[in-house]
C-alpha cells in the first residue's frame, strides 16, 4: 500500500545550521505531497506542498523538490532559528479523497 | 488559531467506557477529517466525511463511529474503550474534498487518556 518514511530524529541543530530532513514515498499513481509542521502543545500547520513532479514548494525559508525518479520530497531550509524548533511531518494525499498518509514525524531541536 | 474547535480538550475515562469527540470546522469548509496520533502507530487518518456524507474511511475501528451533522460539525465516539485508544484525536477541515487544492487545517486535538 500507500506510505511515506521519513528519516529518524530527533535532529539537533545549532541555530544557522543547514536543515535536510529526508522524506520517501510508495504509491499508485501520483500523490500530492505535503510537509506539516507541529508545534508544542498545537495542531498541524501547513508548512508547503507540491502537486506534480518537478514542483518545488516553499514557505518561510523552507523547500521541497518532489522528485518523481527518486519518490522523494526533502525538506531543507538554509538558516534554521529556534523557533523551528518542532515536529515535521512529510505526507502523501490523493485527489479524490482528502485522505492523508503521514510519515512518523522528525523532531527538530534548534539550539541558540 | 486555525479556526477549527475540538472538545474537550482533555478526557479522561476508564476502560469500557464511551466518550464522544466534538469538532466544528471552520466557517465554510465542507469536509471534516479524524485523525489519531499515538506514539506506536503515529498519525493516522480515522474517516473523511464532506456534507454529511461518508467519503474516506481508513483505519478506524469497529468501535469507533462517527457522523457529520447538518450544521457540519463532526462528532467521533469512541466506545468500549480500551488503554491503546490512549491518543490525541485531531480534527480537520477543507472547503473540498480532495488533497490537492484544499489544504486541511488541523484543529487542537482532544486528548484521550483511558485508564
Known amino acids: 500500500g500507500n506510505s511515506v518514511t521519513q528519516m529518524e530524529g530527533p535532529v539537533t541543530l545549532s541555530e544557522e545550521a543547514f536543515l535536510t530532513i529526508n522524506c520517501t514515498y510508495t504509491a499508485t499513481g501520483y500523490p500530492s505531497l505535503f510537509w506539516y509542521v507541529q508545534y508544542p502543545g498545537e495542531g498541524l500547520q501547513l508548512l508547503l506542498k507540491?502537486?506534480?513532479?518537478?514542483d518545488k514548494g516553499s514557505n518561510k525559508g523552507f523547500e521541497a523538490t518532489y522528485r518523481k525518479e527518486t519518490t522523494s520530497f526533502h525538506l531543507e531550509k538554509g538558516s534554521v532559528q529556534v523557533s523551528d524548533s518542532a515536529v515535521y511531518f512529510c505526507a502523501q494525499g490523493s485527489s479524490n479523497t482528502g485522505k492523508l498518509i503521514f510519515g512518523q514525524g522528525t523532531t527538530l531541536q534548534v539550539k541558540p | 488559531d486555525s479556526g477549527v474547535t475540538q472538545t474537550p480538550k482533555h478526557l479522561i475515562t476508564a476502560t469500557g467506557q464511551r466518550v464522544t469527540l466534538r469538532c466544528s470546522p471552520r466557517?465554510?469548509?465542507?469536509?471534516v477529517y479524524w485523525y489519531q496520533q499515538s506514539l506506536d502507530q503515529g498519525l493516522q487518518f480515522l474517516i473523511q466525511?464532506?456534507?454529511?456524507?461518508?467519503?474516506a474511511k481508513g483505519n478506524i475501528l469497529e468501535r469507533f463511529s462517527a457522523q457529520q451533522f447538518p450544521d457540519l460539525h463532526s462528532e467521533l465516539n469512541l466506545s468500549s474503550l480500551e488503554l491503546g485508544d490512549s491518543a490525541l484525536y485531531f480534527c480537520a477541515s477543507s472547503v473540498g474534498q480532495g488533497s490537492y487544492y484544499n489544504e486541511q487545517f488541523f484543529g487542537p486535538g482532544t486528548r484521550l487518556t483511558v485508564l
Open positions: 466557517s465554510g469548509d465542507l469536509s
Open positions: 507540491a502537486t506534480k513532479a518537478d
Open positions: 466525511y464532506y456534507n454529511g456524507e461518508e467519503r
